[in-house]
């Protein structure tokens, strides 16, 4: 069976402090890897699209990685801005939709 | 220009009334979708539009009706709901599907979502 397991549930970091969410997935057929960051009552924002093992993409603080069982998203001297959940999205050869993980909530203190 | 927008906002609405919620998106994407997300849970496929037809319904209960009336548009209509369908409603679209010729991978993006209560 298809499965994205998101960890930590929840991480609270001090401002600066860099760290890591990870999401593994036991999927038949990965199609692509997807992050999106999700504030309180809003749609998720699209981050990045990961293809194959050994990609990497950055943007601004954020560095997501991608091999062949999990992705791991790096996140260097967060800001209190940073703080929101974050999901990982994966979808399949010849299935049009994503498994979502059940996210990670960042919380960064000033 | 990623922007997809719903209407509206918010909705409180009976068990025995009928609405709609509304989602648009002008870049050119091809396919739609709506989602449903209860609180600190990820989002929940309901339906899926591919070039203006339903692909995928996800044993979605009879009273959530989808319809795409165009390329641009999508409504969720809604009828005869319950207490449990109390949830934020999403919407996203993306330029193609996977089942597209040549397969290739489309990111989804989402709206600012309908949150909507059933009294």
């Known amino acids: 069976e298809d499965q994205v397991t998101q960890s930590p549930e929840a991480l609270r970091l001090q401002e600066g402090e860099s760290s890591s969410l990870n999401c593994s997935y036991t999927v038949s057929g990965l199609r692509g890897l997807f992050w999106y960051r999700q504030d309180p009552g809003k749609g998720p924002e699209f981050l990045f699209t990961?293809?194959?093992a050994g990609e990497e993409k950055e943007k601004e603080r954020l560095k997501a990685t991608l091999t062949k069982k999990e992705s791991f998203l790096h996140i260097t001297a967060p800001k209190p801005e940073d703080s929101a959940t974050y999901l990982c999205a994966v979808q399949v050869y010849n299935f049009n939709k994503f498994y979502f993980g059940s996210g990670t909530k960042l919380n960064v203190k000033p | 220009d990623t922007e997809v927008t719903q209407t509206p906002k918010h909705l409180v609405m009976g068990m025995t009334n009928k609405k709609s919620l509304k989602c648009e998106q002008h870049?050119?994407?091809?396919?739609m979708y709506w989602y449903k997300q209860k609180a600190k849970k990820p989002p929940e496929l309901m339906f899926v539009?591919?070039?203006?037809?339903?692909?995928i319904n996800e044993s979605v209960p009879s009273r959530f009706s989808p319809e795409c009336p165009n390329s641009s548009l999508l409504n969720l209509h809604l009828h005869a709901l319950q207490p449990e369908d109390s949830a934020l409603y999403l919407c996203a679209s993306s330029q193609g599907t996977p089942g597209d010729v040549g397969g290739a991978l489309y990111e989804q993006y989402f709206g600012p979502g309908t949150r909507l209560t059933v009294t």
């Open positions: 870049m050119g994407h091809r396919a």
């Open positions: 539009y591919s070039y203006e037809k339903l692909s």
């Open positions: 990961l293809y194959s």
